[in-house]
């Protein structure tokens, strides 16, 4: 009798332990989510780009408090569930009192005067984030070793393509908030719609880095390729609102949002990509240019591809005259074609970081240009003024469009 006791005192602590460990472990989990959330919200509130932009921060302001809202209905429905009649209804009536508080405080907040319509709403959203990720932290800290149904473990894939999924959920809402404030003045809409195209092409080269780092080269290609004609579309869309747009005060607006149209279908694609490809282990179907026997498009055979058209112009250089005007001026229009598309491509392919460090040299350049070529014609008033200034521009320009092509990666 003795012996059976123990062993049930052994499996009823057992039991409990399991309940603990499971409880520590959707502790953790509730923990990690606001983490990020708090990740997200440094990252996009603290933004530097828009420190005095109240319309752009009351949008993220917005987002942060959806994504603390959303912790604090699944940890409370997760207490709901696992803790006692009792002990919930004095949760209840705990959280009963924070409404009140909440609202009492934004309703203070909001009866200030403000010069600006959108900081108003900006201070609002910013008393809801602090009054609900307090609460979300009070309410985490009350999960207990009292759980009914087991954690599901994921992998480090399946949370990759979570976090992916959320980054394109907030992408979405920010953009249809955006779309739905009939407030807005043009310049605050043109910023946002500059702002928000901005975060679809982060995600897409974000995701596009990943697959490049769990697919084989063979595999990618099958993307990149896809890629490609997303490039294309999005720059023939860009170019087509520029000109229907052009000279109003909603070309900056037309431009980013067709920049939007594109970089938002290409990420719900390669959204489905990672979990296809990455999550579930499947292999991409070729195209038909790899079915067809033709290679695949690559970095490496598109940084070939402009090596080629580089070459051919300096062939054509060779044959003309040293006198040549009307020819070098077609040379140096060559040139500089061939030079917006490498800029292009590096634009739409490197991070953010390192094609800042590529805009800020090229803007340098140009300075550099200019000034040469400004010189040139101050100090020459004979008839080859002219042509002194295009053999300028077209060194200048071979020079540059050399540098940029071996700056891309195969």
């Known amino acids: 009798m003795k012996k059976t006791g123990y062993i049930l005192l052994i499996v009823l602590s057992l039991l409990a332990f399991n309940d603990k460990v499971l409880a520590d472990k959707e502790r953790e989990n509730f923990q990690s989510i606001a983490e990020n959330i708090k990740n997200y919200s440094n990252t996009y509130l603290s933004d530097k780009e828009i420190e005095n932009d109240f319309c752009a921060k009351k949008f993220e302001a917005i987002e942060v408090f959806a994504k603390w809202d959303k912790l604090l209905n699944e940890v409370y429905q997760y207490l709901k569930k696992n803790k006692s009649t009792d002990e919930f209804n004095n949760i209840k009536q705990q959280q009963r009192k924070w409404i009140k508080d909440k609202e009492a405080e934004a309703k203070s907040v909001t009866e200030k005067p403000y010069d600006d319509r959108q900081e108003q709403e900006f201070q609002k959203y ?26 599901i473990n994921k992998t480090e894939q399946q949370i990759q393509f979570e976090r992916f999924q959320e980054t394109l959920s907030s992408i979405e809402r920010i953009d249809k ?8 003045a043009q310049f605050e809409i043109n910023n946002m719609s500059d702002r928000v195209s901005k975060k679809w092409e982060s995600l897409m080269k974000e995701m596009l880095s990943y697959l490049k780092d769990n697919l084989t080269d063979e595999d990618y290609s099958v993307v990149d390729a896809e890629q490609e004609k997303s490039l294309k579309e999005a720059e023939a869309k ?24 594109v970089w938002s279908k290409r990420c719900r694609v390669l959204l489905e990509d990672v979990k296809k490809y990455v999550v579930n282990k499947e292999k991409p179907l070729k195209t038909s240019n790899v079915s067809n026997g033709k290679k695949p498009t690559t970095k490496a055979s598109i940084k070939n591809d402009f090596i080629n058209t580089f070459e051919k112009i300096k062939t054509k250089e060779s044959s003309i005259g040293n006198s040549d005007f009307s020819k070098k001026n077609e040379l140096f229009k060559d040139l500089d074609k061939l030079l917006n598309d490498v800029y292009k491509y590096m634009k739409n392919t490197l991070s953010t970081e390192d094609f800042e460090i590529v805009k800020q040299a090229q803007r340098d350049w140009i300075k550099e240009k200019e000034a040469a070529a400004k010189e040139i014609l101050a100090n020459n008033q004979d008839s080859n003024r002219e042509l ?13 469009v050399e540098i940029l092509i071996d700056l891309l990666e195969e």
């Open 177 to 184: 908030a955006t779309c739905s404030d009939g407030m807005l």
């Open 238 to 261: 860009a170019k087509e609102a520029s000109k229907d747009w052009e000279g109003g005060s909603g070309e900056a607006m037309a431009i980013n949002s067709a920049y939007t149209e």
């Open 126 to 151: 910013n008393v809801y984030i602090d009054f609900t990720s307090k609460r979300c932290e009070e309410l985490i800290n009350l999960v207990e070793n009292n759980t009914k149904e087991p954690s």
């Open 388 to 400: 002194n200034k295009i053999n300028s521009d077209i060194e200048f320009t071979k020079t540059r």
